[in-house]
C-alpha cells in the first residue's frame, strides 16, 4: 500500500539534544511538508521541498532543519535552537502537478509527538 | 495572501442532528479549498476539496460542503451527526495557480457528538 510513514510516533528529548524526526513516502509525490500541531493553532508550515536537493523555508523554520537527499525522504532536526519544541509533528506529500487548473492535494503521515523534558 | 477563519473552536452536537462548521476565507485569486478531519493522535484525512468545478462537493463519510464566492465561504455540513464524527476538522486555501503550492489552514473546530 502507497502511504506515508513518519517514525517514532513517539519522541522524547532533553533540552540542549537535536533529534531528527523521519518521514518516508512511497506515492512517488514530488513536494513534501513539514507542520507543527499546536493545541488551538492549526497547522504551521516549517519547511517544504518541491524537488530533490532543494527545499524553502515555511512560516516557522527558526530552530528546524531538513534535508531532500531522496525523493522518498524528507527528516527534520529539531535543533536546539528551537525555544520550544513540544509539540506534534506532521508530515504530508504531494504530486507537483502545474500549470493552471491542477492542484495539489496534500497526503499526511500518522505524526510523531515530540516532548522535551 | 491567503488566510482561513473557522468560526467556533468547538461545536456540540447530538447524534442524529445537523452538523455545520464554519469556514471563511480570504484569496486574492480563485482558490482552491478543502476540509480534512483529524482523530486524536493521528494524521490527517482528505474530507473533501473545491476545485473550481461543482460549487456543492460531496465527500465521504457523508459530508458535503458549498462553495459561495459571494460570501468567500465553504461551510462544511452532514444532515445527520454520528458519534464517529466526533474528530477536529480543518479548512485549508490554496492559491490554485498550480505547482506544489502551500495550504494555510484554519486554527481547527473540535466537533462533539452526544449521544
Known amino acids: 500500500d502507497g502511504g506515508i510513514t513518519q517514525s517514532p510516533k513517539y519522541l522524547f528529548r532533553k533540552e540542549g539534544q537535536n533529534v531528527t524526526l523521519s518521514c518516508e513516502q512511497n506515492?512517488?509525490?514530488?513536494?513534501m511538508y513539514w507542520y507543527r500541531q499546536d493545541p488551538g493553532q492549526g497547522l504551521r508550515l516549517i519547511y517544504y521541498?518541491?524537488?530533490?536537493?532543494?527545499?524553502q523555508k515555511g512560516d516557522i523554520a527558526e530552530g528546524y532543519s531538513v534535508s531532500r537527499e531522496k525523493k522518498e525522504s524528507f527528516p527534520l532536526t529539531v535543533t536546539s535552537a528551537q525555544k520550544n519544541p513540544t509539540a506534534f509533528y506532521l508530515c504530508?506529500?504531494?504530486?507537483?502537478?502545474?500549470?493552471?487548473?491542477?492542484?495539489?492535494?496534500?497526503?499526511f503521515g500518522p505524526g510523531t509527538r515530540l516532548t522535551v523534558l | 495572501a491567503q488566510s482561513v477563519t473557522q468560526l467556533g473552536s468547538h461545536v456540540s452536537v447530538s447524534e442524529g442532528a445537523l452538523v455545520l462548521l464554519r469556514c471563511n476565507y480570504s484569496?486574492?485569486?480563485?482558490?482552491?479549498l478543502f476540509w480534512y478531519v483529524q482523530y486524536p493522535n493521528q494524521g490527517l484525512q482528505l474530507l473533501l476539496k473545491?476545485?473550481?468545478?461543482?460549487?456543492l462537493v460531496k465527500g465521504i463519510n457523508g459530508f458535503e460542503a458549498e462553495f459561495k464566492k459571494s460570501e468567500t465561504s465553504f461551510h462544511l455540513t452532514k444532515p445527520s451527526a454520528h458519534m464517529s464524527d466526533a474528530a477536529e476538522y480543518f479548512c485549508?486555501?490554496?492559491?490554485?495557480?498550480?505547482?506544489?503550492?502551500?495550504?494555510?489552514f484554519g486554527k481547527g473546530t473540535k466537533l462533539t457528538v452526544n449521544p
Open positions: 506515492l512517488n509525490h514530488d513536494a
Open positions: 473545491y476545485t473550481s468545478a461543482a460549487t
Open positions: 484569496s486574492s485569486v480563485p482558490p482552491y
Open positions: 521541498s518541491q524537488i530533490v536537493n532543494d527545499f
Open positions: 504530508a506529500s504531494s504530486k507537483n502537478y502545474r500549470g493552471r487548473g491542477s492542484y495539489n492535494e496534500q497526503f
Open positions: 485549508a486555501v490554496s492559491e490554485g495557480q498550480g505547482g506544489s503550492e502551500k495550504l494555510v
